[in-house]
């Protein structure tokens, strides 16, 4: 059995209590963990602000911390291949997404590393005489981060690079649901030479890791990826420290077809959209919005895409689907599905758990036209589709907006004025026309509604992880006047 460690103060520990990580793929135990517990996060914690204030971190120059990062995107770029295996084995996550999605990792960490030298301050135009008055981008302080099963590593890589050229330092909890690619992730950190305290990562279960984690005093901010319903805990928790937060949470992504559009290249992004990840993916395209004319082609070229997925091992290059991550994920996407069709949805594929080990659900396609479905509400984070169809534009944009989420959408047309007013009038953070699910570290990431605030990627990301101190310098060498002194 593998056994992990997580990394606090630059020291790779055991911890006093361990717990068991499950392989979705066959449902039986492969790993053992370390369970940090609220002394481990205390320790993490105050190692951060002593690495933040008056370690060697403290000392360095913006373009030396660039540097390091720099290395640390070698690392990963050199151990790809280990980190994802590590990441297919404990999450159930395919090896053609994970070998393909952790080169793209290292890109993330360049981009932050060039970054790290950009982040400027300004001079004001004050409108008094005699005064200079300057701002300085300062790190926000600790970061506590807290990212999900899926796509660890990438959902880290988008907080950590951003904030460590602001300067700041960080607590990281991977999730308990497969840390396995983080744990590992921190030998590459220890390897680059990030002082210690710098970089923290732990992992451990909500009540006794992540909530003493959010309500520390020491931590300045929050950066959470996760469901609403955990969000909202998250918030919660901050009421005690009055850290700022950046929320990535979930999302009900609309995708909307019309006639014009090129059905066979919309087809395959929504093959991507949606089933790709095993549909545990935030951005999953999960509501398919076809103009009715053209639904019926439409479906059936989704049907024999989604037919011909060659679900298996997600350490099989050739496989395209893999399993959910956790049984309890699995038991939600099957309950889901029954619930739906119970209220009306048409079943056009899939639906049925396969038998055998492992935690697999097949691309399935609910045709909800004309009835009140839970699975246009409620996000199955699985390989499911949920479709319906529109007759006028209007009314296409009144079904992509009928959400409380608002993280991504996609629009196919070769309509350019079209595609123009549907950009405007989606409430989304992402729109996406005639592609999907493409993302660049230099493009902004994050959503609106339930989806949460805050952005990631881009430059915006950096200076979210900034405050601002102001500067007034009196350039005059006269001296104050006595201020009781009438003149």
Not at 141 to 148: Q, S
Not at 270 to 275: D, H, L, S
Not at 402 to 413: E, I, K, N, P, Q
Not at 414 to 423: F, I, K, V
Request: aromatic share 8%.
């Amino acid at each position: 059995m593998h056994r992990f460690q997580y990394y606090i103060d630059g020291e790779f520990l055991e911890g006093e209590a361990r717990f068991q990580s499950i392989d979705p793929a066959t449902g039986d135990v492969w790993a053992d963990m370390p369970e940090a517990r609220e002394a481990d996060v205390d320790r993490a914690v105050d190692a951060a602000e002593r690495a933040l204030y008056d370690g060697p971190w403290a000392k360095m120059t913006a373009t030396q911390r660039g540097k390091l990062l720099y290395r640390l995107a070698d690392l990963v770029a050199a151990n790809a291949q280990k980190l994802a295996e590590l990441e297919t084995r404990d999450t159930g996550k395919i090896i053609r997404e994970t070998s393909a999605q952790i080169v793209y990792v290292a890109d993330y960490y360049r981009y932050y590393a060039g970054i790290a030298d950009k982040i400027e301050g300004s001079y004001l135009p004050i409108d008094k005489q005699d005064m200079d008055v300057w701002l300085r981008r300062e790190p926000v302080g600790v970061v506590a981060m807290v990212v999900p099963w899926n796509s660890q590593l990438f959902l880290s890589a988008v907080k950590i690079g951003p904030a460590l050229a602001a300067g700041c330092t960080t607590v990281v909890k991977a999730s308990e649901d497969g840390p396995a690619p983080l744990l590992e992730f921190a030998r590459l950190v220890h390897e680059a030479g990030f002082p210690a305290g710098v970089v923290n990562i732990i992992t451990g279960f909500g009540p006794s890791c992540g909530a003493a984690l959010g309500r520390h005093p020491k931590v300045a901010h929050i950066a959470f990826t996760g469901g609403p319903e955990t969000a909202r805990h998250v918030i919660r928790n901050s009421a005690e420290n009055l850290a700022s937060t950046s929320l990535e949470l979930g999302g009900k992504s609309p995708f909307i077809v019309f006639a014009d559009a090129d059905l066979e290249s919309a087809a395959n992004a929504q093959v991507a959209g949606i089933f790709a990840a095993t549909g545990q993916s935030c951005v999953a395209g999960s509501r398919l919005i076809v103009e009715a004319g053209v639904k019926d082609a439409f479906l059936s070229i989704l049907k024999r895409k989604a037919e011909a997925i060659r679900i298996g091992s997600p350490l099989d290059m050739a496989t395209e689907v893999g399993p959910l991550a956790t049984k309890r994920q699995q038991d939600h996407v099957a309950a889901l599905v029954e619930k739906s069709i119970e209220s009306g949805a048409r079943l056009v594929t899939g639906g049925q758990r396969p038998e055998g080990a492992g935690y697999y659900f097949p691309p399935t396609i609910l045709d909800c036209d004309g009835v009140s479905s839970p699975s246009l509400a409620e996000e199955f984070f699985g390989p499911v589709l949920s479709v319906v169809s529109f007759e006028t534009e209007a009314e296409a944009l009144r079904l992509a907006n009928d959400t409380r989420y608002g993280l991504a959408s996609g629009v196919f047309t070769q309509n350019l004025t079209r595609a123009h007013r549907l950009m405007k009038g989606i409430r989304a953070g992402v729109v996406w026309v005639n592609t999907y699910r493409a993302v660049s570290p230099i493009a902004p990431f994050g959503g609106f509604g339930l989806s949460g605030h805050g952005r990631e990627g881009g430059l915006a990301a950096a200076l979210d992880y900034t405050r601002t101190k102001t500067i007034w310098l009196r350039t005059s060498d006269d001296p104050i006047p006595d201020p009781f002194v009438m003149r």
